[in-house]
């Protein structure tokens, strides 16, 4: 039986990435290494403040994490998040 605890945890991860944005936010995220908000808003076409939801999303399932540099904030994946994400590549149907 899977623990109680590592249970909690992927119910997080499956409900943090169970969106397409966030799914493209995360791939964008990982073919860029870093990035900001406003970088991932311009290339996919999507409003700042849904970006910024979006992200908030990824950083409470543990996927990716945030850096502030003066005044940008850069965006990363977790190296849990960069599991997930070579995951999700092998689910291409």
């Not at 996927?63 to 997930?84: C, D, E, M, N, S």
Request: proline share 3%; no cysteine; aromatic share 10%.
């Amino acid at each position: 039986m899977i623990p109680e605890k590592i249970v909690k945890r992927i119910e997080r991860v499956f409900k943090g990435a169970a969106n397409h944005n966030r799914i493209k936010i995360l791939d964008f995220i990982a073919t860029q290494n870093k990035t900001t908000l406003w970088q991932i808003s311009q290339r996919l076409k999507l409003k700042f403040r849904n970006v910024s939801q979006h992200t908030d999303r990824l950083v409470k399932a543990g996927l990716i994490r945030k850096q502030p540099a003066g005044r940008q904030v850069w965006h990363f994946l977790t190296p849990y998040g960069r599991k997930v994400y070579e995951f999700m590549k092998t689910l291409k149907l």
